[in-house]
């Protein structure tokens, strides 16, 4: 079966600095893998995914995710973090047997302090 | 704004009884899903439609059930409430039913709180 860890809960950042939150999988096949964001009382919005090609993927706001099969992670990345971005963030991953869901981690919670 | 609405956000009723949450997708989407946020449980997938057909069933209990119209809006159908459904239910909607082609698209959650 598929899953997704999200290490830490919780990652404190000040604001300008970069920033990172983990996200490690373990799949069958092919990783299909993407991360979402929750701000409060919102739904999920989508940041990015990687299907194929370049590890590195850029997405929405700023933020890009680096892709490593050897160590299996997805990890989220923002050279410069915004009070803004201060939010529950989930890593996915494709599953079901078309592919037609997802499995996410638990979430991280990214507070951004001015 | 996704695009998806859910109508209600709140949602407050008693153990045993039955509610019903509604989905709009976005314009052209033909793909529904369903998921269920607990703090015990996380994010989990309860089912999917697809241009009404039910194409995928994740961890939905007996109890609930789920439709796609020929509009292709969705309801989720919740019965015999208890106190451990209370959760945020959230619809996605997605153009094709294979997430690797396609973004899905969540709306903003209807909280089911049963007392």
């Known amino acids: 079966a598929q899953s997704v860890a999200q290490p830490e809960d919780q990652v404190n950042v000040a604001e300008g600095n970069p920033l990172t939150v983990k996200c490690t999988y373990s799949v069958s096949g092919n990783p299909y893998l993407f991360w979402y964001v929750q701000y409060p009382n919102r739904g999920l919005q989508f940041l990015l995914k990687y299907i194929t090609g370049d590890n590195l993927v850029k997405g929405s706001y700023g933020f890009e995710a680096e892709f490593n099969k050897s160590q299996t992670s997805f990890h989220l990345k923002k050279p410069s973090a915004l009070v803004s971005d201060s939010a529950l963030y989930f890593c996915a991953v494709r599953d079901g047997d078309y592919g037609q869901n997802f499995v996410f981690g638990p979430g991280t919670r990214l507070s951004v302090l001015p | 704004d996704s695009g998806v609405t859910q109508t209600p956000k709140h949602l407050i009723t008693a153990t045993g009884q039955r509610v019903t949450l509604r989905c709009s997708p976005r314009s052209g989407d033909l793909s529904v899903y369903w998921y269920q946020q607990s703090l015990d449980q996380g994010l989990q997938f309860l089912i999917q439609y697809y241009n009404g057909e039910e194409r995928a069933k994740g961890n939905i209990l007996e109890r609930f059930s789920a439709q796609q119209f020929p509009d292709l809006h969705s309801e989720l159908n919740l019965s015999s409430l208890e106190l451990g459904d209370s959760a945020l239910y959230f619809c996605?909607?997605?153009?094709?039913?294979?997430?690797?082609?396609?973004?899905?698209?969540f709306g903003q959650g209807t909280r089911l709180t049963v007392v």
């Open positions: 996605a909607s997605s153009v094709e039913v294979f997430l690797d082609n396609t973004e899905a698209f």
